[in-house]
């Protein structure tokens, strides 16, 4: 596993395609993978590396707590693409410059205490800070606001009177008495069945967490009166 040398282009293309369909080196929050790999990189990627700029910029922006991020950090072989060997050449960890001693000049401590030699830093690091949380507050609003995805069934019903001189009308109208939550009742006609009787065909839509043919048999068949069986004619998934 490797990118190669991340050090030339042709490394940094690689990291390119392996961030084409990726967020992250691994997973999907900023870990130490990503630390690793960032830390080998000497510069960002040009322009057109649209997919490794990214990454970079979104990296950089984890800077003052790396330390902190998920994971532990491996050798840089450990990650990329499978068949390729990382031939990267990080150089050495420079020391940090040792800070100058404190000048004795009254004059000098008063123009220190009126420079605000981080403030720039915390500005920076503020106003990163506030594009991530409006990001993430977009991103969540634009989730809850996805409509979730209801099974749906659409049933052709028969409902059988007793005799010739059931009144349908009557009938049709107890059938569409029946309200549920989830049942939404549609067209219906009368078919003949034989010796002056016919049957009421009805069509309906339903959720099928809340609807089933089995509570529709029974709310139906309860008009006894009228009603002398129902079967499913048709029942198809929309």
Known sequence: MGFGDLRSPAGLALLDGFLADKSYIEGFVPSQADVAVFDAISSPPASQLCHALRWYNHIKSFQKEKASLPGV????????????ADSTKCPPARPAP????????????????????FGSDDEESEEVA????????????????????????????????????TDMAKLEECVRTIQMDGLLW????????????RKLQIGCVVEDDKVGTDILEERITAFEDYVQSMDVAAFNKI
């Open 130 to 165: 506030k594009i991530k949380a409006e990001r993430l507050a977009e991103y969540a609003a634009k989730k809850s606001k996805k409509p979730a995805l209801i099974a749906k069934s659409s049933i052709l019903l028969d409902v059988k009177p007793w005799d010739d001189e």
């Open 98 to 117: 040792a800070r100058p001693a404190p000048a004795d000049d009254d004059d000098d401590d008063d123009d220190d205490d009126d420079l605000d030699l």
């Open 73 to 84: 950090k491996k050798p840089l072989a450990q990650y990329g693409p499978a068949g390729v």
């Open 186 to 197: 549609g067209q219906s006609k009368l078919v003949p069945v034989g010796y002056g009787i």
